[in-house]
């Protein structure tokens, strides 16, 4: 990306956790009052994103955690893992701050993660969920070569659900 502020991942590690919390919190909080309510975000914030539950998401699940910095400030964070019995890789989570949405950096974290997958030699597939309201994240993947592969609605407790789509890509 010339002329523009560079982008980088870093493996999170356990002591970052709570900074993850914290943009979580503060990208939720800016990005999904349009698409959910304040009360499923609050449910999904305190659940998804309490450290305790992302430590056991790091240690027990292999998921890896990464930090989204951009002119070496973090700026976002991402999750990927196994995904259905080692055919796919599951990216569980892409959040960048509002404030650089639209200006290519997203698309730049996303096309690194795939690297990622692909020199790690995991699965060649990379699957993920999309809120179905999220017009913009999916006119962002449709961008970066993900297509539709249907939907999923999950309850996820609290008398809430994650009515998504899931899209998928072939790295």
């Known amino acids: ?45 305190q659940t998804m994103y309490d450290p305790a539950t992302m430590r056991r998401d790091i240690t027990r699940d292999s998921i890896t955690y990464l930090m989204i910095l951009i002119t070496g400030v973090p700026r976002g964070f991402a999750a990927y893992g196994p995904g259905d019995a080692g055919r796919e890789v599951f990216l569980h989570k892409l959040y960048l701050h509002p404030d650089f949405h639209g200006r290519g950096f997203g698309s730049r974290a996303l096309h690194l993660i795939e690297e990622r997958i692909l020199a790690a030699g995991m699965a060649r597939i990379l699957r993920l969920r999309v809120n179905k309201r999220n017009a913009q994240a999916i006119g962002a993947y449709t961008r970066s070569g ?11 407790g609290g008398g809430f659900v994650m009515d998504d789509f899931w899209m998928v890509k072939e790295l």
């Open 1 to 45: 990306m010339p002329g523009n502020p560079e982008v980088q991942l870093e493996v999170a590690e356990l002591t970052d956790l709570e900074a993850i919390q914290a943009m979580a919190e503060e990208i939720w909080r800016l990005v999904y009052p349009a698409i959910i309510s304040t009360e499923q975000i609050d449910y999904m914030l």
């Open 146 to 156: 993900y297509s539709n592969a249907g939907s999923v609605c999950s309850d996820i």
